[in-house]
T-cell receptor, first 111, second 111 residues
Framework: SQQGEEDPQALSIQEGENATMNCSYKTSINNLQWYRQNSGRGLVHLILIRSNEREKHSGRLRVTLDTSKKSSSLLITASRAADTASYFCATDAAAGNKLTFGGGTRVLVKP | KAGVTQTPRYLIKTRGQQVTLSCSPISGHRSVSWYQQTPGQGLQFLFEYFSETQRNKGNFPGRFSGRQFSNSRSEMNVSTLELGDSALYLC??????????FGSGTRLTVV
């Protein structure tokens, strides 16, 4: 079963706009990770935020984590057509050596 | 370093047959995880191996099995294939900072 939900399920924006997607989860975590997937291919690791961190940046990506609300958000600034993909959040729980994925957000960036 | 290598990329099998998928992790990585991705169930954890030992297993029937060799290469086997086993099977190698590097996947179609 999946750990949580991602919102929205799909997002369509113009190139240059920002894209924000949210992820909620259910159990305690060690860290939360975001991945990108292009057209059913492998997952690409984007960013990892640990449970004791509240915000993290990597290039045009900004991730926030609110452990009290069990939620995270991913912001992609100044989006490009190449950002068109599905984005997944995944939680790494305190024990288990596994990732539990959300359902994903499909992002379409129109040129 | 080379990435995670999965073979074959595509596979078509008939119901009732068995299949073996292969994964070579990043050189030096001893943890290998397997995930199944379907449109209906999303990304689900199958199992994780570390130094030839299965450390965790997802909620899949016994028809799904795996193993890891001394060189960290891993195989997963699905016996008595069902139509519902059609999926993208992803293998991942865990990095030192707890992020995962995924292979490009094996797309299995059961007819």
């Amino acid at each position: 079963s999946q750990q949580g939900e991602e919102d929205p399920q799909a997002l369509s924006i113009q190139e240059g706009e920002n894209a924000t997607m949210n992820c909620s989860y259910k159990t305690s975590i060690n860290n939360l990770q975001w991945y990108r997937q292009n057209s059913g291919r492998g997952l690409v690791h984007l960013i990892l935020i640990r449970s004791n961190e509240r915000e993290k940046h990597s290039g045009r990506l900004r991730v926030t984590l609110d452990t009290s609300k069990k939620s995270s958000s991913l912001l992609i600034t100044a989006s490009r057509a190449a950002d068109t993909a599905s984005y997944f959040c995944a939680t790494d729980a305190a024990a288990g050596n596994k990732l539990t994925f959300g359902g994903g957000t499909r992002v379409l960036v129109k040129p | 370093k080379a990435g995670v290598t999965q073979t074959p990329r595509y596979l078509i099998k008939t119901r009732g047959q068995q299949v073996t998928l292969s994964c070579s992790p990043i050189s030096g990585h001893r943890s290998v995880s397997w995930y199944q991705q379907t449109p209906g169930q999303g990304l689900q954890f199958l199992f994780e191996y570390f130094s030839e030992t299965q450390r965790n297993k997802g909620n899949f029937p016994g028809r799904f099995s795996g193993r890891q060799f001394s060189n960290s290469r891993s195989e997963m086997n699905v016996s008595t294939l069902e139509l519902g086993d059609s999926a993208l099977y992803l293998c991942a190698s865990r990095t030192a900072n707890y992020g995962y590097t995924f292979g490009s996947g094996t797309r299995l179609t059961v007819v």
